[in-house]
């Protein structure tokens, strides 16, 4: 079974920064690509950067796109999420989940196969 746990959530105010981990239980984890959505009671979940298996190259919603930056320590089997100018429309609760999604479906929910329960992102105007 794979868990996922992750932690770095929290307030802030417009402009702060914050950084997200996700460590995972699973074996191979350079093998496997992660990435990290979020959501609101308003919206349906919506990606925000994922990051491939084996060398990492990264993608970013152009929402969130030279604001934050993703990596991923294969040593440790963990994902980061560093996230810098925040805004008030980026609170959410921000999940990471894992899987072998092809290429064209990193930015699909559905093609994961694992997720975490979840933290609190609240950016203050």
């Known amino acids: 079974q794979v868990q996922l746990v992750e932690s770095g959530g929290g307030f802030v105010q417009t402009g702060g920064s914050l950084r997200l981990s996700c460590s995972a239980s699973?074996?191979?984890?350079?093998?496997?690509?992660m990435a990290w959505f979020r959501q609101t009671p308003e919206k349906e979940r919506e990606f925000v950067a994922a990051?491939?298996?084996?060398?990492?190259?990264?993608y970013y919603a152009d929402s969130v796109k030279d604001r934050f930056s993703i990596s991923r320590d294969n040593s440790k089997g963990t994902v980061y999420l560093q996230m810098d100018n925040l805004k008030p429309s980026d609170t959410a609760v921000y999940y990471c989940?894992?899987?072998?999604?092809?290429?064209?479906?990193?930015?699909?929910?559905?093609?994961?196969?694992?997720w975490g329960q979840g933290t609190q992102v609240t950016v203050s105007s």
């Open positions: 989940a894992v899987g072998r999604p092809i290429v064209s479906s990193m930015r699909t929910p559905s093609s994961y196969n694992y």
């Open positions: 990051i491939r298996l084996g060398g990492g190259y990264p």
């Open positions: 699973v074996r191979a984890f350079s093998g496997y690509s």
